[in-house]
């Protein structure tokens, strides 16, 4: 009985180390193979990837030659078509894991922030600026800025003759905006307003106390996988809204693809769909930056040659081939292609934007089937 026993006890201590010796023989090799760690977290942030065929490898290739020759210093570039990235590039110093500054890129992660308030019940398009800033107001408001609305703001149609700029000397970037002539009757005269995307992310901030990075996070970053957004903030602690934000090439295409699902993200619907329907589409006659609206015709600028000149919506710009897109100094782009169910990212370093997207209509575009 005695030796039974024993015997029981042996083997019971020998399957016990054995099963010891198998987990630390696991343990090891997870840590002798951080490659296989990698690739089980990728799988859960990551958007899916696949091989190109030999018509867009061969057109992506001609792209990037093109850029070259052109001098246009692209430092990424992502196509994602029926939510799959087909092919992707870094160069010129652009890396995959390096966050890369927007500029007015961010305009349109604001817009989302606006959309999801207004989805909460915290705000409408039809509220008042002044409403939300009693405290910041000039002496004597004009008409015209106390009917400036939220959706003015997101239009760039607030009636500003010239673009608002922010404090100094540390001034609230709130009360230079207020104090601004408003020339114009809001909604009747585009002029692009990167303080007054500023405002949003302050509207933004009062009706839910958190800053726009922060109401985002659960809302849009958490979901979409978007780790560790970086956004900077006006001496007064608010999101910049219209620039400042830094994010990965492959955060931008998850933010094209959600625009071109209408806000639903693997079958769950994280941004309004109505609010992404109209956001999306022409509201407004628009022109560059550096042109005023009533010297568009003598400019020589055309919806045939130009993609500058088709519209604005919410914080977006409409483009030629019935696409749309988010737009950042420096060749920052977020460009959604319904009629091809596709998305072409760039980060970049330049000043000619126009020569960047005419790259994408001249050489992906028609290798996108």
């Not at 020998?14 to 840590?31: D, F, K, M, Y």
Request: aromatic fraction near 8%; charged fraction near 25%; proline fraction near 5%.
């Amino acid at each position: 009985m005695t030796r039974h026993i024993d015997d029981l006890l042996k083997r019971f201590v020998s399957r016990c180390g054995l099963i010891v010796l198998l987990g630390l023989c696991s343990l090891n090799v997870g840590a002798q193979d951080p490659d296989r760690q990698d690739e089980a977290s990728v799988k859960t942030t990551s958007l899916e990837r696949a091989e190109p065929d030999e018509g867009l490898n061969a057109a992506m290739e001609k792209y990037l030659q093109s850029a070259k020759d052109k001098k246009l210093n692209i430092q990424s570039v992502m196509v994602l078509q029926h939510g799959i990235v087909l092919y992707e590039r870094w160069l010129n110093g652009g890396e995959p894991q390096k966050p890369h500054v927007l500029n007015s890129v961010s305009k349109t992660f604001t817009s989302a922030a606006v959309g999801l308030a207004i989805d909460e019940g915290l705000l409408s398009l039809d509220d008042k600026v002044v409403s939300f800033f009693p405290d910041d107001l000039p002496d004597s408001p004009s008409e015209n800025l106390k009917n400036v609305t939220v959706r003015n703001l997101l239009t760039m149609n607030s009636g500003h003759d010239s673009e608002p700029s922010r404090g100094k000397n540390g001034e609230s970037w709130t009360k230079s905006f207020l104090a601004w002539p408003v020339e114009h009757e809001p909604g009747s005269y585009y002029c692009y307003n990167s303080l007054g995307t500023y405002m949003l992310s302050a509207i933004v901030q009062k009706v839910t106390g958190q800053k726009v990075v922060d109401y985002l996070q659960p809302r849009l970053f958490d979901p979409l996988g978007i780790e560790a957004p970086r956004w900077e903030e006006s001496p007064q602690g608010i999101n910049c809204g219209g620039w400042g934000l830094y994010l990965k090439t492959e955060d931008l295409a998850k933010m094209g693809w959600l625009l071109l699902q209408k806000g639903k993200w693997n079958g769950k619907q994280t941004l309004p769909e109505e609010y992404v329907v109209e956001a999306t589409r022409a509201q407004v006659p628009c022109q560059p930056s550096w042109i005023r609206a009533d010297k568009v015709a003598e400019s020589g600028l055309t919806p045939e040659n130009s993609d500058w000149v088709l519209g604005y919506g919410y914080q977006i710009w409409r483009c030629r081939h019935n696409a749309y897109r988010a737009d950042g100094a420096g060749g920052q782009y977020i460009i959604v292609i319904p009629e091809k169910d596709a998305v072409v990212v760039n980060t970049a370093d330049l000043q000619d934007m126009q020569a960047e997207l005419n790259l994408v209509w001249d050489y992906i575009l028609p290798a996108l089937k």
